[in-house]
């Protein structure tokens, strides 16, 4: 039963985790940017998503509310921030980086912003269904309807972003716009807009990701939150883990992720939290540099 549980702790741990790095995924493959802003925004949209919940006492119309807003304020950064610091930055030696230390410095003022607006104070968010444990034989096992739930959105949104990015023509200029942009303009893409629909649907989907981390926990939300900065971390090590590229390698990733941390706290030791994400990493990096899923660079002459 031990072994059991620790199973399923780790699994509902990688889907929250697997949210996350498709998110990030998605804007990688859109703009070739590293968003580490990511849970920030995903901070923000939860405290929309906390608005709606308080107007309208429905956790089913808070989801898209705050999954709107993080669209929203998503595609906002990549007009207002990504895209005139990419255009300013394209050479020099911090081309590459200067965006991601970009937002580095905005999700500090993103946090600041929150903690100004909504003050330092936690806010409730109820579930949408019961977070207590199935009973099996007379025993309660730690797996919910809450954690049930968590499992099927993110398999239905892997598939909805799979389909979309291989089986439609906004998906192939996704692709195409982060890949070869100057090719793409000239067969017509419009290479701006098609980048600020990946940072959209990045928004939308690292909102799923931070509700669902709301209401898996206490329910409680605050600026300070530490679970935001952990779910930034093991959201980008499972993107690393499964490759940049690859939205099933998010999701795997997220899942392998949860599934070693949970049984290294429940039969290694518990003081290992911080650390056992990066040893994961450093050992999946030396083994297979572009992950799991991640396509081998061809090799230059």
């Excluded at 920030?40 to 308080?54: K, T």
């Excluded at 968590?150 to 389909?163: D, E």
């Excluded at 209401?215 to 940049?244: E, Q, R, Y």
Aim: aromatic share 10%; proline share 3%; no cysteine.
């Amino acid at each position: 039963m031990q072994l059991l549980n620790t199973f399923l702790i780790g699994i509902t741990a990688g889907s929250i985790y697997s949210l996350m790095a498709t998110s990030m995924v998605l804007v990688w493959r859109s703009t070739r940017v590293v968003n580490f802003a990511q849970a920030g925004m995903a901070l923000l949209s939860s405290y929309f998503g906390y608005e709606a919940v308080s107007k309208f006492h429905s956790f089913w119309i808070a989801l898209p509310v705050a999954m709107i807003g993080g669209a929203v304020f998503s595609a906002f950064v990549e007009m207002v921030l990504i895209r005139l610091l990419v255009k300013h930055s394209s050479t020099g030696p911090i081309a590459a980086v200067a965006p991601i230390i970009a937002t580095l410095g905005l999700l500090g003022v993103i946090r600041a912003t929150v903690s100004m607006v909504w003050g330092g104070q936690n806010v409730r968010i109820i579930g949408p269904v019961s977070n207590d444990g199935y009973t099996i034989n007379g025993t309660t096992l730690v797996f919910s309807p809450l954690k049930l739930l968590i499992l099927v959105t993110v398999v239905i949104l892997m598939l909805a972003l799979t389909v979309l990015f291989k089986k439609t023509n906004i998906g192939l200029a996704l692709r195409a716009s982060a890949y070869a942009p100057e090719i793409a303009r000239l067969a017509g893409i419009k290479v701006d807009w098609v980048r600020t629909l990946g940072w959209a649907l990045a928004g939308a989907t690292g909102a799923v990701a931070g509700m669902f981390q709301t209401v898996n926990g206490n329910g409680t939300l605050s600026p300070d939150s530490i679970d935001f900065s952990l779910l930034l971390v093991s959201g980008f090590i499972a993107a690393v883990i499964g490759g940049l590229d690859s939205l099933v390698g998010a999701v795997i990733g997220g899942l392998v992720l949860g599934l070693m941390i949970s049984f290294v706290l429940m039969y290694i030791s518990g003081g290992l939290f911080f650390i056992a994400p990066f040893v994961i990493l450093l050992l999946v990096l030396f083994i297979r540099p572009q992950g799991v899923f991640g396509a081998k660079a061809a090799r230059r002459a």
